[in-house]
């Protein structure tokens, strides 16, 4: 693609949907298979499929070694790559935004807890949301380090602003001093107020 190009939300696949789903969906679609990124941890690269769907138009799976999470995005050379992924994914099993919040709120082990802070950065669409913010600024204030670390990480995702206040609160309360510094890189790639993305 040349020019500037738009990134859409992540789209977090379920646990069921599997590679050859993926790869069928796009084959049935008469998508184009554009390469793929194999995986390497040392470089902290994931897998990555492309498809070109039409010019100007991709369509990416992602397997986030990071968050532990499957999911899809779009890349468009217009504005609108995040309208254009609603469309594009309308067939796969995909977590919604209430999906996400719901697991987090039905979460009770630290473990379960983790993944549900996790998939919730992952779905954080591209401008912010008081629910999934509410959620993440409470774990962030979880008694259990691991939970704290999955927030921090579901703030760097999504970027928003609205995670300044609660960062900035734990890094002055924090222990850990991997985590302190894990909330200090965050905080400095966050946007300014109003600048959610």
């Keep these: 693609m040349n020019g500037r190009s738009h990134y859409s939300r992540r789209l977090a696949l379920k646990d069921h949907v599997t590679m050859a789903e993926v790869n069928q969906y796009a084959e049935t679609r008469g998508w184009d298979s554009i390469g793929i990124i194999n995986r390497n941890p040392d470089e902290g690269v994931f897998y990555e499929k492309k498809w070109q769907v039409r010019d100007g138009l991709s369509f990416h799976y992602i397997v986030d070694d990071f968050m532990g999470e499957r999911y899809v995005m779009a890349v468009s050379q217009t504005p609108d790559a995040d309208e254009k992924l609603t469309e594009l994914s309308s067939g796969l099993d995909t977590w919604t935004t209430d999906e996400a919040t719901f697991n987090f709120d039905a979460s009770v082990y630290g473990a379960d807890k983790e993944r549900a802070v996790s998939l919730l950065g992952i779905v954080s669409p591209l401008q912010s949301d008081q629910a999934i913010i ?63 993305a």
């Design 134 to 196: 509410e959620r993440v600024c409470k774990a962030a204030r979880s008694k259990y380090p691991g939970v704290r670390q999955a927030a921090v990480w579901a703030m760097a995702y999504s970027k928003w602003s609205e995670y300044r206040e609660e960062l900035t609160a734990l890094i002055e309360r924090e222990a850990d001093e991997q985590l302190v510094q894990d909330a200090e890189a965050v905080v400095s790639t966050l946007g300014t107020d109003g600048d959610s």
